[in-house]
């Protein structure tokens, strides 16, 4: 499981036009499933968005975490994150779940994270979505778990 997480003053997705999930500041998680991804890698995962420190403390250093500030999570299913681009000029997708089982964990992920946190969106499983954030730093990590 990857996640590309950027820490962001507002985000949105949008399907079809319509608002489907929106936060303020906080972090924008693009979450690629690839085969495999266990409930126990989906918790850390869980755990880790709401960790993992890049948030400013009073020093201005990243210390604090989304649970520490209390920011919104926005979780976008992204499966070309998992893709395979090692060579060639067109990325394989062999290395990405198929569509039913990152559906599950996608959901699993969710209520990990919801279970845990308030505050934290959605974007729409398999639809096109287009995705609208202001990045704040710029700062983006990629997370494994």
């Known amino acids: 499981m990857l996640a590309l997480i950027q820490r962001v003053s507002e985000a949105a997705v949008r399907v079809d ?32 968005l709401l960790a993992y420190r890049v948030f400013a403390d009073e020093a201005g250093r990243m210390n604090r975490s ?10 976008v299913s992204q499966f070309t994150l998992a893709a395979d681009t090692r060579s060639g000029n067109r990325p394989g997708f062999s290395t990405a779940a198929p569509p039913e089982e990152a559906e599950r964990t ?30 704040d730093g710029p ?7």
């Open 17 to 48: 036009g319509e608002v489907v999930g929106q936060i303020g500041p906080g972090l924008l998680a693009l979450v690629g499933i690839e085969p495999g991804d266990d409930e126990a890698r989906t918790e850390r995962m869980a755990d880790r």
């Open 66 to 75: 989304l649970a520490q500030t209390g920011g919104g999570l926005l979780l």
């Open 106 to 135: 996608f959901g699993r992920l969710v209520a990990a994270c919801r279970a845990r946190h308030g505050g934290v969106e959605t974007g729409q499983f398999g639809a096109h979505m287009v995705v609208s954030l202001v990045n």
């Open 139 to 145: 700062v983006t990590f990629l997370l494994r778990a």
